[in-house]
Nanobody, 123 residues
Framework: VQLVESGGGSVQAGGSLTLSCVGRTYTFSTYYMAWFRRAPGKEREGVATINRDGSTTYADSVKGRFTISKDNAKNTLYLQMNNLKLEDTAMYYC??????????????????WGLGTQVTVSS
């Protein structure tokens, strides 16, 4: 599935952003989806995942601040980010897989990736 992210930008610490990811497929609801990020000089890390039934998982670093959701009718995945911190600065990627991941934050489990959208948090 082709994935296209949007919504990134520059924001001050404590601010909010909402990322979107549109999937160009007729079977969007059947995919397991996730948001990953890669900060400069760091490895890619999983941020949040959402199951076919809407159940979610979050990295400890974003729990209580980020919310992942999807609208199957619009073929769109979202990441609502509140109370952003300097350490949230990264390129954010959405990812999708048709097969249920064994490890939700294992990047290798996801077969489709977007090109990313940059989030920059400043003080």
């Amino acid at each position: 599935v082709q994935l296209v992210e949007s919504g990134g930008g520059s924001v001050q610490a404590g601010g909010s952003l909402t990322l979107s990811c549109v999937g160009r497929t007729y079977t969007f609801s059947t995919y397991y989806m996730a948001w990953f990020r890669r900060a400069p000089g760091k490895e890619r890390e999983g941020v949040a995942t959402i199951n076919r039934d809407g159940s979610t998982t979050y990295a400890d670093s974003v729990k209580g601040r980020f919310t992942i959701s999807k609208d199957n009718a619009k073929n769109t995945l979202y990441l609502q980010m509140n109370n952003l911190k300097l350490e949230d600065t990264a390129m954010y990627y959405c990812a999708a897989t048709f097969r249920r991941p064994t490890f939700w934050f294992g990047a290798n489990a996801y077969s489709s990736w977007g090109l990313g959208t940059q989030v920059t948090v400043s003080s």
